[in-house]
């Protein structure tokens, strides 16, 4: 079925950030990070068309973009400064990296899928990014050599308070992950007293694939 005239890629994302603020998206910071991030160009091209809905969608090795309404929702609740250092569990395809990149002095991010890396490093580089760091390697490991981070995102089901991660956390920071073996996780916000303890928020119910040890075997 053709597309009304007025459904142009424009309109769509107009729709796009206008559901999110509906669902709860009011932070503008992350509002405009999402609206000028291209969620087409992280988007597998049998599913381009569909880049604007509010899903989450396939892309290689088994995994998925999310959808827009968690990547919103996590993001604001991270509570990003612009001086902060963050560090990502799961690049996939990119997509939250770049709105990461937007709001952080630096993000640090890991994969576990060799072929994910390679291909959200070629996004990077056409976004011309000169802030985000990569690295192929087990992401419920961390990345210890270049902590403490001031924020720390988890776009992977960890089946259990997120030990390691929270050791590399700095003692007033932040870390958002989905926790929860079966196939409906809870979103948990991790707050550092600042004494290392922790004040433990449980945001909504969500649905990611599991955080896996090791690095993936790829053919």
Do not use: H
């Amino acid at each position: 079925m053709a597309k009304p005239e007025d459904d142009t890629a424009e309109t769509r994302l107009a729709r796009l950030i206008l559901a999110l603020r509906s669902q709860g998206v009011s932070d503008a910071k992350v509002l405009n990070a999402i609206e000028t991030t291209p969620r087409e160009a992280f988007t597998p091209d049998l599913f381009k068309e569909r880049a604007f809905e509010d899903s989450a969608l396939p892309i290689a090795c088994g995994q998925t973009i999310s959808q827009p309404f968690i990547v919103g929702l996590m993001t604001q609740a991270l509570k990003v400064d612009k001086r902060d250092r963050v560090l990502e569990i799961g690049t996939g395809s990119g997509y939250q990296t770049t709105i990461l990149s937007k709001l952080a002095r630096l993000v640090y991010t890991i994969e576990r899928y060799r072929t994910l890396m390679k291909e959200a490093e070629g996004r990077f580089k056409q976004l011309g990014l000169t802030n985000v760091i990569t690295r192929f390697g087990d992401g419920g490991e961390g990345w210890a050599k270049q902590a403490p981070f001031d924020r720390i995102m988890v776009t992977a089901a960890a089946p259990g308070e997120p030990k390691a991660l929270l050791e590399q956390l700095k003692p007033s920071g932040i870390l958002v992950a989905p926790i929860g073996k079966g196939p409906v996780q809870s979103l948990r916000r991790y707050t550092g007293d600042g004494k290392g303890g922790f004040t433990v928020e449980e945001l909504i119910d969500v649905r990611f694939v599991p955080l896996l040890d090791g690095v993936a075997k790829e053919l």
